[in-house]
């Protein structure tokens, strides 16, 4: 085997090391980071499942453009992010969406991603506080429109706790799965 094969080998199996050890959502110790959550459903974008949301730092001003965004995968529906500033405000800006297709003719699944860009007048924001604490963004439903879409505000705490449950499983064995608990026992 030639060195550079060795090294990419190598490689691979450190990618796939990290990512069966460790939860790369939260990753940041409650000493210094915020935790925004949410959920999103996509039931009604013609076969698309959520896969990113993006948020965008609005206040204080960022100080570049790498502080500017926030990408989040997600899973289930709900998405959360770890990398965020204590005391700030966040706007939720876009949203992805992923179809899988099969084509008849080869049986080869197709993958195709759709951005879903939120109109600035109907953006949601949220203020986050004090290092180790987290924030409920809320809970949206995807509504297709005639001439687009719209995301409907899903109310109640049970929402908040049904999405707290998801997330809590996402940060098992991090820092934050301690403070996910607390808040779930505020809830009930």
């Not at 090391?17 to 000493?31: A, I, Q, V, W, Y």
């Not at 995968?73 to 990398?83: D, Q, R």
């Not at 949601?124 to 963004?137: D, E, L």
């Not at 409907?152 to 301690?178: C, H, Y």
């Amino acid at each position: 085997m030639m060195p550079a094969k060795k090294i990419l080998v190598l490689m691979g199996l450190v990618l796939l090391g990290f990512n069966g050890c460790s939860n790369s959502m939260f990753m940041n110790s409650t000493d210094s980071a915020v935790v925004i959550y949410g959920g999103l459903n996509m039931e009604e974008a013609e076969g698309d499942t959520l896969q990113n949301v993006v948020v965008e730092l609005i206040n204080p001003a960022p100080k570049n453009e790498n502080e500017r965004y926030l990408f989040s995968h997600t899973k289930n529906n709900v998405f959360a992010f770890s990398e965020v500033k204590p005391n700030a405000v966040y706007e939720l800006v876009r949203f992805e969406g992923l179809q899988v297709v099969d084509h008849w003719y080869n049986s080869v699944k197709k993958r195709i991603t759709h951005d879903f860009n939120i109109p600035k007048k109907s953006r949601p924001t949220i203020k986050t506080g004090n290092p180790g604490s987290i924030f409920y963004f809320g809970s949206y439903r995807y509504k297709k429109l005639k001439d687009g879409y719209t995301l409907e505000k899903v109310p109640g705490n049970e929402q908040e706790n049904f999405v707290l449950k998801k997330v809590k499983r996402l940060a098992s064995g991090s820092t934050w799965e301690t403070v996910f608990e607390k808040r779930m026992n505020e809830l009930e």
